[in-house]
């Protein structure tokens, strides 16, 4: 019997299935913002949560409530397109996928999570000696320790790791007895699934952090009082800092992490101090000058007080930065996090008008959304086919999520 041929609904509707089953890390995240966009480079505003102090005694104590929004952006439309022949169509449509929408699918699947991995020049905290591998439970355990020392909630919390790092954690888990159900999961299914609370899965895509150029001297605070408020600085969370003492025109990568001596971490909910420093990322790249000095913007924001304290003081000046890692390194940029740590948007785009052969399909559960498009080329004589997904990605909140490394 002659295949039925393949319709443009048929198509769009494999496509998104492709999409949805070679998708890692955009099943961990926050997907609620998909209704409330319509087109191409569309921005939504959304307020960040209000923070508050407790207050002793039985005298009223008012303060002042500002709300903050931050900006999220579908600007991510990404395509995958080939030539066939109207043969081609004839196929089943498990061939046809087999042929040429699955290998498209994990292309475009691929695309998206790199987005999110690549979120991690956002994430301040990094736990862990850069270098090292993850070989073992406690060095696992370091990122769900620093998300509970910073009251992340327990629920939702995942762990993307690299190949390396992740095959170091599950030959560890083999080591103990065979009688354990993690074990045998981890030996003979190559998974380790929840450990500590945490589901673990393996990103081909986990980035690479090459540091900057920054030398080994030590680059100092210029100028005391540097911080903020939440009111000048709560809807980026990110300040200028001004720095000096690097050597001449060395590079300071988006992504590098440092703390400043005396300035200390503090539990966002209690407001206080842990016993580490606070860790800063560089979210712009910068380039000292000839004479040292470089403008550095950092996340979090160096908030000394109130409702939205981020840090224990303000740095002194002269105060000494600390960079994590060997400059001109490259790091794998291992991941614990919290689902709200991280945002992906995703809408329908429009299907032309004209075209014959043009379908969308989108999961009423997951928002993604796939358009399929076909035409016919008169200059060489040739059909083309084009799948299409629009997508942004936003670090919503940073704080609930950690860099891991090893120890």
Same mark, same amino acid.
């Given at each position: ?7 443009? *609904? ?23 913002? =998909? ?17 508050? *102090?407790?207050?002793?005694? +039985?005298?009223? #104590? ?14 991510q439309q990404k395509h995958v397109a080939w030539e066939f022949s109207s043969k081609d169509l004839t ?8 042929? /040429? ?16 991995? #690549? ?44 190949? +390396?790092? /992740? ?48 030398? %080994? ?9 540097? %911080? ?23 590079? !300071?990568?988006?992504? =590098? ?9 503090? %539990? ?9 420093l606070q860790p800063f990322t560089v979210t712009t790249a910068a380039t000292a000058t000839g004479g040292g000095a470089a403008t550095l913007t950092i996340y979090p924001a160096i ?13 002194? =000046?002269?105060? $000494? ?18 689902? %709200? ?34 035409? /016919? ?7 083309? !086919? ?14 609930? $999520? ?6």
């Open positions: 019997m002659a295949n039925s041929l393949i319709t443009p *609904t048929v198509i769009a509707r494999e496509a998104l299935m492709q999409l949805e089953n070679n998708l890692v890390i955009a099943k961990t995240v926050h997907r609620d913002y =998909d209704r409330e966009f319509r087109k191409v480079g569309e921005s939504i505003q959304v307020r960040r949560p209000v923070q508050f *102090t407790v207050t002793s005694g +039985a005298a009223i #104590s008012k303060q002042d409530v500002v709300e903050k929004n931050f900006s999220v952006t579908m600007d196929q089943t449509i498990e061939e046809y996928s087999g042929r /040429y929408i699955k290998p498209a699918m994990i292309q475009l699947a691929n695309d998206v999570d790199v987005a999110l991995l #690549s979120l991690y020049t956002n994430v301040a905290d990094w736990v862990g000696t850069p270098g090292q591998a993850i070989n073992a439970f406690s060095d696992f355990a370091k990122g769900p320790e620093r998300l509970d020392m910073k009251s992340v909630p327990m629920d939702t919390r995942y762990a993307v790791l690299s190949p +390396a790092d /992740y095959w170091g954690l599950v030959t560890s888990q083999s080591a103990l007895s065979t009688s354990d159900r993690l074990v045998e999961t981890a030996y003979e299914r190559a998974r380790l699934g929840r450990i500590g609370g945490v589901d673990v899965l393996m990103g081909q895509n986990v980035r690479t952090h090459t540091a900057g150029t920054r030398d %080994n001297t030590t680059p100092l605070v210029n100028g005391a009082a540097q %911080n903020t408020t939440y009111a000048s600085s709560g809807g980026t969370m990110t300040q200028s800092l001004v720095t000096d003492g690097f050597d001449a025109s060395v590079t !300071i990568a988006a992504g =590098d992490v440092f703390t400043i001596a005396g300035v200390y971490a503090v %539990n966002p909910v209690t407001k206080a101090t842990l016993d580490y908030i000394s007080s109130g409702a939205y304290q981020t840090v224990s003081a303000a740095p002194a =000046d002269n105060a $000494a930065l600390t960079f994590v890692g060997t400059a001109s390194t490259g790091y794998a940029q291992n991941m614990v996090y919290h689902k %709200n740590a991280f945002a992906l948007v995703s809408a329908p785009l429009i299907v032309p008008q004209g075209a014959s052969f043009a379908a969308q399909e989108t999961d009423p559960k997951t928002g993604l959304s796939v358009r399929v498009v076909k035409d /016919y080329d008169i200059d060489t004589d040739a059909e083309i !086919i084009r799948l299409d997904i629009l997508y942004g990605v936003k670090a919503i909140d940073p704080r609930l $999520a950690v860099r891991l490394s090893g120890t």
